[in-house]
């Protein structure tokens, strides 16, 4: 078979839907790639600021591994800004959405929230409220994502900051998402996005 029979899913046979189950497979062991290639897309991209969004990703990545942070918040902030420019008012949630199966929940929270958090720095020049983030501040992830702000995101508009290439992480890449997906000894449940306050 090279192509199923059917035009609607509901038509689909086991056969069918076993063959595209394994096609998808295949496609998927080449995600990190495409990762790899989507980072390397962000070069030249981030107008009017000192660095392009790819040194921006890298330099939040060197500075939480000079942090000690472990290898799935690393590949986090080396992937955090990856939905800017197809997602611009929800990017956090974008890049969130792509590491949530591999990673540990915490880190995906950090992710979904950052924009908002990050706000913190500059939406009072356009009449915002800074402190918005602090409806979440009863969340076990509330503090983590207000340093990641703070050490690596923010902080990380540098020319002169000492950033590795993306080569360098290409390694972290390749290990968080060859991982099985949505294995629940990796992701965990304390800080599941379900966790969100409402409001």
């Known amino acids: ?6 035009r609607q899913m509901k038509d689909g046979t086991c056969e069918e839907y076993h063959f595209l189950e394994r ?18 897309g962000l070069r030249g991209t ?16 060197a500075r939480a591994e000079a942090d000690g942070a472990d290898e799935d918040m690393i590949v986090g902030a080396l ?8 997602a611009p008012y929800n990017h956090s949630q974008y890049s969130a959405s792509i590491i949530r199966p591999y990673v540990r929940s915490e ?9 908002l958090f990050q706000n913190f720095y500059y939406i009072h020049h356009f009449g915002g409220n800074p402190n918005e983030r602090d409806r979440y501040k009863d969340h076990p992830a509330y503090q983590l994502c207000v340093d990641f702000c703070e ?17 360098y992480f290409e390694p972290m890449v390749r290990r968080v998402f060859s991982r099985k997906p949505f294995d629940p000894e990796v992701l ?12």
Do not use: C, K
Not at 1 to 6: A, E, G, K, Q, S
Not at 24 to 39: C, H, K, W
Not at 79 to 86: A, K, N, S
Not at 107 to 115: A, D, I, K
């Open 188 to 199: 965990g449940t304390e800080y599941s996005l379900e966790l969100l306050p409402r409001g």
């Open 79 to 86: 992937l955090h800004d990856l939905g800017d420019e197809l």
């Open 23 to 40: 096609l998808e497979s295949e496609f998927n062991e080449g995600l990190a790639d495409r990762i790899l290639n989507a980072l390397r």
């Open 1 to 6: 078979m090279n192509i199923v029979n059917f």
């Open 107 to 115: 880190v995906t929270w950090v992710l979904h929230h950052h924009g």
């Open 46 to 61: 981030l107008s009017g600021y000192q660095v392009d969004r790819l040194t921006h990703s890298l330099q939040s990545a």
């Open 151 to 167: 050490r690596w995101d923010q902080a990380s508009f540098d020319p002169d900051y000492p950033t590795p290439p993306l080569e």
